[in-house]
């Protein structure tokens, strides 16, 4: 059954990494820093912050698409209720991407001054 479990996250991985749009953007921001905290050096604390950064990132995209796709499902035609509970996790999103913007700049910044 954990098994099982898995595989249908790793499916949702890969389907959100290969539908949404964001999320291969976001993704692919992820890889790039992770390339760059590789040429640059940057220390476990960093890393850790960095990885913290980009998982928190992609699960709250995540959550936000999940949520969309049954607030569409629900009712496909536009509705003021619907639109506001997808503008309220589209927002959580725009929480932990300026979250991962600080992070970065914290972390990269003084590596290049």
């Not at 976001?26 to 980009?54: K, V």
């Not at 035609?77 to 700049?105: N, Q, S």
């Amino acid at each position: 059954g954990r098994l099982k479990s898995v595989s249908y996250a790793l499916k949702g991985c890969i389907k959100l990494i290969t539908t949404e749009h964001s999320v291969m953007v976001q993704f692919s921001l992820g890889i790039i820093l992770t390339i760059a905290g590789f040429i640059i050096g940057i220390t476990a604390t960093e890393w850790l912050f960095q990885t913290f950064a980009i998982g928190l990132v992609l699960s709250i995209e995540g959550l936000n698409t999940a949520i969309e796709k049954v607030a569409d499902f629900i009712h496909p035609d536009y509705h003021e209720r619907i639109g506001f509970i997808k503008d309220i996790a589209a927002g959580a999103v725009f929480f932990a991407a300026i979250t991962a913007i600080i992070i970065g700049l914290i972390i990269y910044v003084p590596h290049f001054i």
